[in-house]
């Protein structure tokens, strides 16, 4: 199946590059908005925790950084992937090619805006004078690879959907809320009642993201059986999602 996708490649560079110069067309900071917007956010969380709440976590910003960017990429993928194939419907009736393409191009879109974010974490950990570790900042690529996957799964189920049904966005929305509040990104996972912790950790996303700051901060790494079980799901999730979307692609051109 990747190999169909492959035959493609030049179609994929195609949209990739549109879908960034629209995204930023008649911007006035562009491309810059992917920086700034995390940062914004970053000086919100951080008045509003460790200055009004006084949560007492070291390098509080660094912190809600770290959180905040993977959890962006996320919630940005799947908004506009969501409905990559219905903003497309022309084209789609038009020509024949692999529709798995148009979600991929969200994803290799964001990405192109989320790996130098990472880069601004890595900035603010050595300003910070965070001890990084060389070993664990090598498993970024990884990281980045599963989160990436689990984010192309979430949105091929949720694109198709939304062929079908246009529901799909208004209850994503709903849903992401509800997700950030039971995802590790303003608060630390130790205050998680020990009690607790196991059905937390089912969230894929609690452990990205303390990976994410494994990487990043240097904190202590997750229990290898989370990773695993991470490793696990999103193996199983990736081959659901691409089955279904195949198997719902076939109508696609008369329904959209």
């Given amino acids: 199946?990747?190999?169909?996708?492959?035959?493609?490649?030049?179609?994929?560079?195609?949209?990739?590059?549109?879908?960034?110069?629209?995204?930023?067309?008649?911007?006035?900071?562009?491309?810059?908005?992917?920086?700034?917007?995390?940062?914004?956010?970053?000086?919100?969380?951080?008045?509003?925790?460790?200055?009004?709440?006084?949560?007492?976590?070291?390098?509080?910003?660094?912190?809600?950084?770290?959180?905040?960017?993977?959890?962006?990429?996320?919630?940005?993928?799947?908004?506009?992937?969501?409905?990559?194939?219905?903003?497309?419907?022309?084209?789609?009736?038009?020509?024949?090619?692999?529709?798995?393409?148009?979600?991929?191009?969200?994803?290799?879109?964001?990405?192109?805006?989320?790996?130098?974010?990472?880069?601004?974490?890595?900035?603010?950990?050595?300003?910070?004078?965070?001890?990084?570790?060389?070993?664990?900042?090598?498993?970024?690529?990884?990281?980045?690879l599963i989160h990436a996957l689990f984010v192309l799964a979430i949105v091929l189920l949720l694109s198709i959907s939304n062929v079908y049904y246009r529901d799909t966005e208004f209850v994503f929305n709903l849903i992401s809320r509800a997700w950030m509040y039971l995802s590790p990104i303003i608060y630390p996972v130790y205050l998680v009642p020990e009690q607790y912790l196991n059905l937390y950790m089912l969230n894929p996303m609690a452990i990205i993201i303390s990976m994410y700051r494994t990487a990043l901060m240097g904190h202590e790494m997750v229990p290898m059986s989370y990773v695993l079980y991470l490793l696990l799901f999103i193996s199983i999730f990736i081959l659901f999602s691409w089955f279904i979307f195949n198997r719902l692609n076939r109508r696609v051109g008369e329904v959209i």
């Fill in 1 to 144: 199946m990747l190999a169909n996708i492959l035959k493609y490649k030049e179609l994929l560079y195609f949209l990739v590059h549109k879908e960034i110069r629209v995204r930023y067309r008649n911007s006035l900071f562009g491309f810059l908005w992917s920086l700034l917007e995390p940062l914004g956010l970053m000086v919100i969380y951080t008045i509003v925790f460790s200055i009004i709440l006084r949560f007492e976590v070291e390098n509080y910003a660094l912190f809600v950084l770290s959180g905040l960017i993977p959890w962006m990429f996320l919630t940005q993928s799947i908004n506009r992937g969501t409905k990559s194939l219905t903003n497309n419907s022309s084209l789609i009736r038009k020509i024949y090619f692999p529709r798995q393409i148009f979600p991929i191009t969200i994803i290799l879109a964001n990405l192109v805006n989320f790996i130098p974010a990472l880069f601004l974490v890595l900035a603010f950990a050595v300003i910070m004078n965070v001890n990084l570790l060389w070993g664990n900042l090598l498993l970024l690529p990884f990281i980045i």
